[in-house]
Structures are given as C-alpha cells and as structure tokens.
C-alpha cells in the first residue's frame, strides 16, 4: 500500500541559540477609606525582548509504497521580538457588616507581541457564619498569554498563539479546631 510507517526513531543535527530578557516595574497600593471600605490597585509594566536562531534536520526512516526512505525534515527560524506586558487592577473591599467583607475587582491587561487584550472581572464573599466556620465564595476570569521567550520554534512555529484564559468558581468552608487545626472543603 501506499501509507507510511516509521519503522525507526529520527536522528537529528541542530543549532539552537536563544537568547531573552525582561525588565520590569510593579507598584501595589492599598487605601483604606474607612474600617469598612479598602480600596486595592496598581499595575505592571514589563518590556521584554527574545532573539531565535534555530536550524535543524531530521532524519526519518519511513516505509513508502514497499521501500524504506529516508526523509529530510528540516525546520528553520532567524527571528526576534520585543515589546511589552501591561496589566492594571482594582479591586474594592467592602465590610458592610462584622460578619461578611466582599471584594469585586478587575485586570485590564495588554501583551503587544501578540496583539492579546484582556478584560478580567473577579468577585469574592467570606461569611464568618460562626466563630470557627467560614463560608467563601469566588468566581473569576484569569488569563496567561504565550511568553516572548517561549515561541516554539522547534516544532515550526513562527507566531505567538492566543493567551490562556481561565474560569474559576470556587465554594470553600473553612472549620477551626482550637488554635491549631484547621480543615477546609473547596
């Protein structure tokens, strides 16, 4: 038939030079207005650069239409990219009574050697609901995108791929024992 079959594993020469880097700056702030009402915010801002040079040729044994080939596979990139990560937040916490605080926030983010911008809203609840038991409830958008430095040019790939996003809702209750024992169910 026709169908190709490895009937053995790849040899391979290659060159691989990769060289990156970042900067960055974080400022975190916390105002609280009142001893119910805190206010958190701040941002990131990170450049970063990454250079690629990368050549290789594999070598592959196949069986085609009854003969044994050898295959040349090469993948090849001379490449570099440089731009920046920034993320901004806030996130207002509010007391309105002893037992229960509320945070809702927000990320904006930007990664300009992908082109991804994100919008990444979060709540959370705690409910003391007695003296050894909380009640906490979350839910949120959270993203990751592709890294300067992690373009996989060992498998062909020359551009960078959408960021990573994550939804999460999480139901914990937290129990005390005295003052050293605690267990908790998410």
């Not at 801002?45 to 239409?65: G, L």
């Not at 440089?82 to 904006?108: K, N």
């Not at 996989?152 to 809702?169: K, M, S």
């Amino acid at each position: 038939s026709g169908d190709a079959k490895i009937i053995s594993a790849m040899r391979a020469t290659l060159h691989d030079e990769r060289d990156a880097g970042f900067d960055g700056l974080r400022q975190d702030w916390l105002w609280a207005l009142t001893d119910r009402f805190v206010l958190k915010f701040g941002g990131e801002f990170r450049p970063e650069h990454a250079a690629y040079d990368y050549a290789a040729v594999r070598t592959q044994r196949t069986v085609i239409a009854d003969t044994v080939a050898n295959l040349a596979l090469p993948v090849g990139a001379v490449l570099s990219t440089s731009g920046s990560q920034l993320g901004l937040y806030v996130a207002p916490r509010v007391r309105p009574v002893r037992w229960l605080v509320a945070e809702v926030g927000a990320r904006l983010d930007r990664t300009s050697w992908s082109g991804d911008r994100s919008f990444s809203p979060r709540a959370n609840v705690m409910a003391s609901v007695t003296k050894s038991t909380t009640l906490r409830l979350a839910a949120g958008r959270y993203v990751q995108p592709q890294q300067v430095y992690a373009l996989q040019v060992q498998d062909g790939v020359a551009d960078f791929g959408a960021e990573d996003v994550a939804e999460h809702r999480v139901i914990s209750v937290e129990q005390r024992f005295g003052l050293v024992a605690i267990a908790k169910v998410e």
